[in-house]
């Protein structure tokens, strides 16, 4: 079967067969499969090279379903899910007995989130149960943004993909543990803890101890092929030109504009347009030939800490690394 761009009919289809399939969200692309059925679970996990204690985020059509997966549902996590859903905050809740373990990675938590994208909810209120959907790549490679990335990734393994265009957010989204007695943001996203605050009061940063295991929170995670290097803009510069010397080819991602004779791309310094365009522009910069990306250091600002976030696993998970 060729891959193409499918129809909600053919995505039912190929879900209701057990299959994986592309699925745009406003975040990034999903790879995603029937929650509910571990046999199709555990294909995502062999598409994507994932080890399998590691959880997935199942997506559901609205609040109302959560209760389907998650138990002791606390005020909260309702308040959240009113005020933010749909939308790119997921939360993680103690689940439901029924849920595989495939899903949770064995925990006894469960990472519900309902997506903001017309295409994502319309197959979620056809298909009538949750679609586990961690991001469509390669496990530890840089998320996919468009259905392009998706084909590029996986080529015929996933031969159904619907293609909702460019997704808006473009990183992934915030994680809040609710399991526990104090509300806890896992991973950032571009939903920051000054909105989340506005609803249920004081929430905590980064896991604990006893924090669940959630997605995307490995130190090294969302990486390019290439080595990359993160770096303030004036050593970014001094880097590329010895990098230049000694015949290494280099390509830059920097805020606004590029300086002068370096090659790669500037994304604009703001940071929703940033987080729109990261992943793309890593992408692209990967496959240039280079020896050696270079990342400039975005502001020290809380609007730009999943931004941050983002691009310090990157660094970690490509070899090179973070650099002052």
């Not at 979620?124 to 991001?135: D, I, K, T, Y």
Request: net charge negative.
């Amino acid at each position: 079967m060729t891959t193409h761009d499918a129809t909600i009919e053919e995505a039912l289809a190929a879900l209701r067969r057990g299959e994986a399939i592309g699925l745009p969200t406003e975040t990034v692309y999903g790879l995603a499969a029937d929650a509910g059925n571990p046999v199709a679970v555990r294909r995502v996990f062999d598409l994507k090279g994932r080890p399998a204690d590691h959880p997935l985020i199942v997506h559901i059509a609205g609040p109302e379903a959560m209760d389907a997966w998650a138990r002791e549902v606390p005020d909260g996590a309702r308040a959240l899910a009113r005020a933010f859903w749909p939308g790119p905050l997921t939360l993680i809740l103690r689940r439901q007995p029924h849920v595989p373990d495939e899903v949770t990675g064995g925990q006894d938590t469960v990472g519900l989130r309902c997506p903001d994208h017309p295409l994502a909810l319309e197959l979620l209120r056809a298909f009538g149960g949750g679609l586990a959907a961690p991001s469509a790549n390669r496990f530890g490679h840089l998320s996919p943004t468009s259905a392009a990335h998706v084909r590029a990734e996986f080529a015929e393994a996933v031969p159904v993909v619907l293609d909702g265009g460019e997704c808006r957010v473009g990183i992934e989204s915030t994680i809040v543990d609710l399991s526990g007695k104090t509300p806890r943001i896992l991973r950032p996203g571009m939903l920051g803890r000054e909105v989340i605050e506005a609803v249920i009061g004081p929430v905590a940063e980064g896991p604990a101890g006893d924090s669940p295991r959630a997605s995307g929170t490995l130190e090294a995670h969302y990486a390019p092929r290439t080595p990359l290097l993160l770096l303030p803009r004036e050593a970014l510069r001094v880097e590329a030109e010895q990098q230049q010397t000694l015949g290494k080819r280099v390509q830059a991602l920097v805020l606004d504009m590029l300086p002068e004779g370096l090659p790669g791309l500037a994304l604009p310094a703001d940071p929703a347009a940033y987080a729109h365009g990261l992943y793309a522009a890593l992408r692209e910069l990967d496959a240039r030939g280079a020896n050696l990306l270079l990342a400039e250091r975005p502001p020290a600002h809380p609007d730009w800490l999943a931004i941050h976030d983002r691009l310090r696993r990157s660094a970690a998970g490509s070899v090179a690394g973070d650099s002052t």
